[in-house]
């Protein structure tokens, strides 16, 4: 009842734990291990509208908890109602052969090389009713369209594949992602691509024009990796930016400048206001008879509209425009803008639109480091009278460092779980570049589109280039620091949900029991210190395994399935190669009959020529792993071939008491829509 009567007293403050009582109801449709059928459904449907129901009709004691309980059963029907609304179909073979597509997105792959996004999707020899609504390949060919317009149609000889499952039990499973953008097939063509008909869509091709031509105009006025650096932080287009440099922003804890993000938006955002602002305010005809600050505000709104469009309008980058509209809409309404109020509907319109975001690490780490900030800086502006404050003077600088640090700590958490890394000294590099960005880079940009229509656009560009040749350097000499990335070994399932819960806890509670929420966050951090990796990793394939050793995983080869490879040493908190992992001690025998052992049973990978001739003697001693199928088996063999793994996917084995435990991916993942 003390609970009760706390919320009863609370009840004006409940507000922000609306986007936290609907995120726990989506986390929980995602966290299900089987799609729930539609009677489920309807029972949870039932649930919401009782709880509405007793929200208001029973004693005001009660209302808070209902509520909660209809926020919930809200958040799984928000959840399972968009899983089947995305619903598409998909790839469930490998498929080569002509693939014709009108061009989506264009962006690159891990490998650097130009990747199409396609719908309107025509595959040869299979029907419409089983042809992906999108496909995404990346082209390898030389010659041919290798940067097409949107709109424009375009056609290919191309190798597809369905979205892949996890690399190992509990891993990504970029499955899901796929599904909910529709995404049914991916693949790469090692043949040019060539146009079928011009592009489609005027007001796309118009705004990809623009942004192209942006693109290519500031690498033109500023050349190297500056240039491509402001190409990217202003039009989305990171296709220039050398890999090494992006490394060594990543080393830093830097990468997040090139994505265009809250900082960017609410930067160019708040310069434009400001400028706006003053610049009316020195009309006094204007400054006496019009609201000037809410016209400021209907400024930035148009121009952030304006940087979204340029930007590629990415998921991110709409994310922050929301957030953003939401704090410029509280000055049109005569609201304080920077509130958690104004966070929390931020947030529960990003998870009524889109409820898959709670679980991408740019939503986690956005309002991670919105909410911390503004939690911080209001309970130091409602500090009471006779506190020490620091000077005038200081408080500029002091405000940056405290940023810096809030957001860094704030986001720290996510990013080591979902990068398995942090930089040790990712603090001193913001606070040596974020508030280049801020000061310079983003206000030098704004002044030379201003500028750009007379011809003095270098009197902005040239300011810019000098902020962004900073944070580079700043970048470098991070990176290159002794120790600058500790590797982080991934957490259990438990670890994100219990410190975003305790977190929460602690910042929207108040009087002394907002101190509970440290005990969640503390039981979190002791699982994720205790975190086991398995002792030994099979791949999907058959053809590649990976067995703990003393000096860490060491790799059944040394090239080839590389994904799959870096997915697992990274999960350990490696950072070495596969190529440094095959050399490593931890597989007994050579290439083509590789032995690992967990407790006393053996495990032997066999491939290459002869290899059937090698597997009876190889099932004598124990499980035997072979990457091809298997009709007629050995007597007696425990084998894990193509077939059986087909039906487990990867698999993770422990060492057990009697024997060893598996843990097998496609049961871990569940039977969803995305995994069937």
């Not at 007293?9 to 291990?33: D, E, K, M, Q, S």
């Not at 990068?419 to 974020?434: C, H």
């Not at 030098?444 to 962004?468: D, H, K, N, T, W």
């Amino acid at each position: 009842m003390g609970v009760l009567r706390a919320l009863e007293a609370r009840r004006g403050h409940l507000f922000p734990w609306t986007p936290v009582l609907l995120g726990l109801g989506i986390g929980a449709y995602f966290a299900l291990p089987a799609e729930p059928p539609a009677i489920a459904f309807g029972a949870i449907a039932a649930i919401a509208v009782l709880s509405v129901v007793g929200a208001w009709r029973l004693p005001e004691l009660w209302g808070p908890v209902f509520t909660a309980l209809a926020l919930v059963s809200l958040g799984v029907l928000l959840g399972g109602a968009r899983s089947h609304m995305v619903a598409a179909p998909k790839l469930d073979f490998r498929y080569y052969g002509v693939v014709e597509g009108r061009v989506l997105i264009l962006d690159r792959s891990l490998s650097d090389a130009p990747r199409i996004t396609l719908d309107q999707v025509w595959l040869e020899r299979v029907s419409q009713g089983k042809t992906p609504e999108r496909i995404r390949v990346s082209l390898h060919g030389q010659g041919g369209v290798v940067d097409p317009m949107p709109g424009t149609r375009i056609a290919m000889m191309a190798h597809l594949s369905p979205p892949s499952a996890p690399a190992e039990p509990g891993g990504f499973d970029f499955r899901r992602h796929a599904w909910f953008d529709r995404l049914g097939a991916v693949g790469y063509a090692r043949t040019p691509a060539v146009a079928v008909s011009p592009p489609e869509g005027r007001y796309t091709l118009v705004v990809h024009r623009a942004r192209m031509h942006l693109s290519e105009a500031l690498r033109a006025r500023i050349p190297g990796d500056q240039g491509a650096f402001a190409a990217a932080i202003l039009t989305g287009d990171r296709s220039a930016i050398s890999r090494e440099t992006v490394q060594e922003l990543r080393d830093a804890n830097l990468a997040h400048l090139l994505a265009i993000s809250g900082l960017h938006m609410g930067l160019l955002t708040g310069v434009v206001f400001a400028a706006l602002r003053f610049g009316l305010a020195l009309i006094p005809p204007v400054a006496l008879r019009w609201p000037i600050k809410k016209a400021a505000a209907v400024g930035a709104l148009l121009a952030g509209a304006v940087y979204l469009a340029l930007s590629g309008g990415n998921v991110a980058t709409e994310r922050a425009y929301i957030m953003v509209a939401v704090v410029l809409g509280a000055v049109l309404a005569d609201r304080r803008a920077l509130t958690l109020r104004a966070v929390a509907t931020a947030a529960l319109i990003i998870l009524v639109i889109s409820p898959e975001s709670l679980m991408q690490a740019g939503f986690q780490m956005s309002f991670a480091a919105t909410t911390a900030l503004i939690a911080v800086f209001s309970a130091l502006r409602d500090l009471p009278d006779g506190t020490w404050r620091p000077p005038r003077w200081a408080t500029g600088a002091l405000a940056v460092v405290l940023s810096s640090a809030v957001a860094g700590l704030a986001t720290a958490p996510f990013g080591a779980a979902h990068f398995n890394q942090t930089a040790q000294f990712g603090l001193l590099a913001n606070i040596l570049s974020v508030p280049l960005m801020g000061l310079l880079v983003i206000p030098a940009a704004v002044a030379a589109a201003f500028l750009a229509p007379i011809g003095l656009s270098v009197l902005g560009l040239e300011p810019m280039r000098l902020g962004i040749a900073w944070i580079l350097r700043v970048a470098d000499w991070v990176a290159g620091l002794d120790g600058a990335v500790w590797p982080v070994v991934a957490p259990g399932p438990w670890v994100l949900p219990l410190i975003s819960l305790g977190a929460l806890w602690v910042i929207l509670w108040s009087g002394r029991a907002r101190l509970g929420g440290l005990a969640p966050m503390l039981a979190a951090l002791v699982l994720w210190s205790q975190a086991e990796r398995p002792a030994l990793l099979i791949a999907e394939s058959g053809g590649l395994i990976g067995a703990m050793g003393p000096e860490g995983r060491a790799i059944s080869k040394p090239g080839g399935e590389g994904f799959v490879a870096r997915s697992w040493l990274e999960n350990d908190g490696d950072r070495g190669t596969q190529e440094a992992a095959f050399a490593r001690p931890g597989l007994a025998g050579e290439r083509g009959l590789q032995v690992a052992d967990v407790g006393e049973t053996s495990f032997t990978l066999v491939t290459g020529r002869g290899w059937a001739d090698r597997l009876a003697p190889a099932c004598a001693h124990g499980w035997v792993i072979v990457p091809q199928q298997l009709d007629d088996p050995p007597p007696g063999c425990q084998l894990l071939d193509r077939t059986r793994l087909a039906v487990t996917g990867a698999l993770a084995v422990y060492p057990g008491d009697a024997a060893p435990r598996f843990v097998a991916a496609r049961a871990l993942a569940g039977d969803r829509p995305w995994t069937q």
